[in-house]
């Protein structure tokens, strides 16, 4: 029985910070007065209005059924508390420092990717009675910075993100056994199941791990103890309203704290496993705890969030693209952001860098949903690209593409997927509705989140001449759902690229030139710079020899420029030295400018 199976044997239970409120059972209580906290697998009872906990637990104790799992205790006034685990902690202290730890498992936890992020090392503790027990370290490699221990690894966690056991394999999968250990995870392994645990055991289960069991069906195979049923039933509220159905399955036969390992080696078989999972109920919360317990919201204190690792963000380009990010790619028709985002794909399948910036190599998952095969084929063609990291979608939309994104990101592990364009997988009504365009992009944002990939989509920019997430056509919703936004723009005969960033660095208004033959696409450098150093160029075209003008003549014999750029280029010129410049610069006392001689022509 667990803490919530408690709680529904009180009346008025209530939500109170840290635990729980509700009416005293040992007195006519008409306020709750009753405080209920749970503390290391001890529920402690307290009664404002002074019932003795020896009246309290009497009152409790005739409603409750066999072992209620936790050990109960009341807390004094002085905040200590009764529990028999005080013996047990006593009796463990007594055997003294172990006389060996053995290392008999290292569990390495891989991300999505199949990339190794930490390890727990389950150790085998021999005292000097006799006597054995179990317990477990983290490791993980360096920092930059950081001073490893003589056999290479770091023993702490710091600076990185917890993630279940066996990532890959539950990404994968829509049938997930959750157990207590990395050991019940590599059994269920052995006999063909996908499983997977938190780290550091039971109580350990975090909110944040929920994001990976969306939409999946979970079977938790809780441990034969109290620990065991209190996480299941945990993981099992954590997980409420997350997965598609939940179940939680108590193997038959399993001696006091036996798990699923020793059901299997004791004979138990996968099919006898799927034959529990069939004939269970899917898990329900609690009626009388549903207020408290079903909310799809899950809180954490600001203390457990400031505890948190600092997010390191890392990029598939550089300062650019965030990994697990989402992003938007907008210009007006026929401008080139198919060309760009080609260009884009051959540089991470291949890790060179793009417009200057370096990218991560890895998988890229192409969808071209509106160009014939044959223009998509023709372009790589000409930039003579030939890669294996390369996956290609062109054609109609399949129904439910997000669903099938999702399991395209499972197959493959991009580490970017391009959509050209949104239109053809956001399915909304009215792309001008907040409301609408906000809820059919969670999705995609989600699934960026919780692959670890980055999604880049591109769309159409507004009739319009506008810049940044005011170009883009429709609701505002679409530059605030964003981690990116790159605008390509079409102007005086040039095209220009420039980003907006809500992590990483803006890109200032670049020009990119397409080689028509290749199809490759090259950075030009800096608009503003490129257009300061043509002003320059007619600026010191403008002077006859031995001639001075004043900077409204200078403006007057030059067209083509904003008198903004000329004054910024007229004042570079002075800082080079290649134009002198007297006078004070007053009314009626202006500068006058003339090219020095030694300038070279």
């Not at 006593?90 to 390495?108: C, L, Q, T, W």
């Not at 084929?377 to 999702?406: S, W």
Request: glycine letters at 8%; a negative charge; hydrophobic letters at 35%.
């Amino acid at each position: 029985m667990n803490l919530q199976e408690v709680l529904i044997r009180l009346e008025r239970v209530k939500k109170n910070g840290h635990g729980y409120m509700a009416l005293c059972p040992a007195h006519d209580d008409r306020n709750p007065s009753l405080s209920i906290t749970e503390k290391g697998g001890i529920l402690l009872l307290h009664c404002h209005a002074g019932c003795t906990y020896e009246e309290v637990i009497n009152a409790i104790r005739p409603s409750l059924s066999g072992n209620t799992g936790y050990e109960i205790a009341t807390a004094r006034q002085d905040g200590s508390s009764h529990s028999s685990k005080n013996a047990f902690k006593k009796a463990k202290s007594e055997r003294g420092a172990p006389i060996s730890k053995e290392p008999v498992a290292d569990y390495h936890y891989l991300d999505v990717r199949g990339d190794p992020v930490y390890t727990i090392v389950r150790l085998k503790l021999t005292y000097r009675d006799g006597s054995e027990d179990k317990d477990f370290v983290a490791k993980r490699r360096q920092h930059e910075g950081e001073a490893p221990k003589a056999d290479g690894w770091i023993y702490n966690l710091k600076g990185v993100e917890l993630i279940p056991y066996n990532l890959p394999e539950v990404v994968k999968s829509d049938l997930i056994y959750i157990v207590e250990g990395e050991k019940d995870v590599e059994t269920l392994r052995s006999v063909g199941l996908t499983g997977t645990c938190n780290p550091f055991g039971a109580g350990k289960w975090k909110s944040k791990f929920n994001r990976w069991f969306e939409g999946k069906v979970v079977v938790i195979l809780p441990d034969n103890d109290g620990a065991g049923l209190d996480h299941s039933a945990s993981v099992a509220e954590s997980l409420n309203g997350i997965t598609k159905e939940t179940l939680i399955v108590n193997l038959p036969g399993l001696p006091d704290k036996g798990d699923v390992s020793g059901f299997i080696e004791n004979g138990g078989t996968a099919d006898d496993l799927m034959d529990l999972v069939q004939r269970a109920d899917p898990w329900k919360p609690n009626v009388a705890g549903a207020a408290i317990i079903t909310s799809k919201f899950h809180f954490t204190t600001l203390n457990e969030l400031l505890n948190e690792p600092a997010e390191e963000i890392s990029f598939v380009w550089d300062r650019t693209l965030p990994c697990g990010g989402f992003s938007l790619c907008s210009a007006k028709p026929k401008v080139g952001k198919s060309t760009v985002a080609r260009n884009l794909t051959v540089s991470v399948a291949s890790g060179s860098a793009f417009l200057d910036r370096p990218t991560s190599k890895g998988p890229v998952l192409y969808l071209c949903l509106e160009e014939k095969r044959s223009e998509v084929r023709n372009h790589f063609e000409r930039m003579d690209q030939n890669c294996d990291d390369i996956y290609i979608h062109t054609g109609a939309t399949p129904e439910e593409a997000i669903k099938e994104l999702e399991l395209a990101i499972a197959e493959y592990q991009p580490i970017l997927v391009i959509i050209d364009p949104l239109s053809r997988v956001l399915r909304v009504r009215d792309f001008n509705d907040y409301g609408s365009m906000s809820r059919g992009l969670e999705p995609f944002i989600d699934l960026a989140r919780r692959s670890g990939c980055h999604i880049l989509a591109l769309h159409h920019d507004s009739k319009m001449d506008r810049t940044g997430g005011d170009a883009l056509l429709g609701s505002t919703a679409l530059f605030g759902s964003v981690d990116c936004h790159i605008q390509m723009r079409k102007k005086d005969g040039r095209r220009t690229l420039m980003t907006t960033q809500r992590y990483g660095e803006d890109m200032p208004e670049t020009v990119v030139e397409l080689d028509n033959d290749t199809g490759i696409i090259r950075g030009m450098g800096d608009l503003s710079h490129l257009t300061r150093a043509k002003a320059k160029s007619a600026i010191l075209e403008v002077f006859s020899p031995d001639e001075k003008l004043e900077e409204k003549v200078i403006k007057e014999r030059i067209e083509g420029f904003n008198h903004g750029i000329l004054a910024k280029a007229l004042r570079e010129l002075v800082d080079e030295a290649k134009i002198g410049r007297e006078g004070e610069g007053k009314r009626g006392k202006p500068y006058v400018y003339e090219v020095l001689s030694d300038v070279e022509e």
